[in-house]
């Protein structure tokens, strides 16, 4: 029996900022979508056009409220072909949460509060 990774989710209260957030930041894109019938949810998976793994934001038509993330320890991480202007590129669209230079990564966060680390490709 052999497992593989297919997906993280991220539930989100605006689809469509989340949506923005995501292409703008890291480039990822739309690979499917499912609406349930009676509208009360919709699933969007975000690729990175090279990689199979997807994160699937949920967006709950009833939820009116931020998600609590907790204490939000837990988080995704990208790597990047070129740290610097990734940082740059972060800065500017002010999402950037956490550096950490002696390790060489940085955090943003993303519309929902969800932490997303970028390290430099090795």
């Known amino acids: 029996m052999k497992f593989t990774f297919a997906h993280n989710n991220f539930n989100v209260l605006d ?3 989340s949506l923005a957030f995501y292409k703008e930041a ?9 609406e349930a019938s009676d509208g009360s949810f919709t699933l969007v ?7 199979p793994h997807l994160l ?7 939820w009116d409220r931020p998600y609590n993330l907790g204490d939000n320890e837990f988080h995704l991480a990208f790597q990047v072909d070129d740290y ?3 940082l ?6 002010d999402c950037v949460c956490f550096e ?3 390790m060489g990564i940085y955090f943003i966060s993303d519309p929902d509060g969800y932490w997303l680390e970028i390290v430099p490709s090795k």
């Open 26 to 34: 890291l480039g990822l894109i739309e690979t499917r979508r499912h």
């Open 45 to 51: 998976y975000l690729g990175d056009e090279t990689t």
């Open 88 to 93: 740059k590129k972060h800065k500017e669209m």
């Open 15 to 17: 689809l469509d900022k």
């Open 56 to 62: 699937e934001l949920t967006w709950l038509k009833e």
């Open 100 to 102: 950490n230079p002696g």
């Open 84 to 86: 610097e202007s990734a």
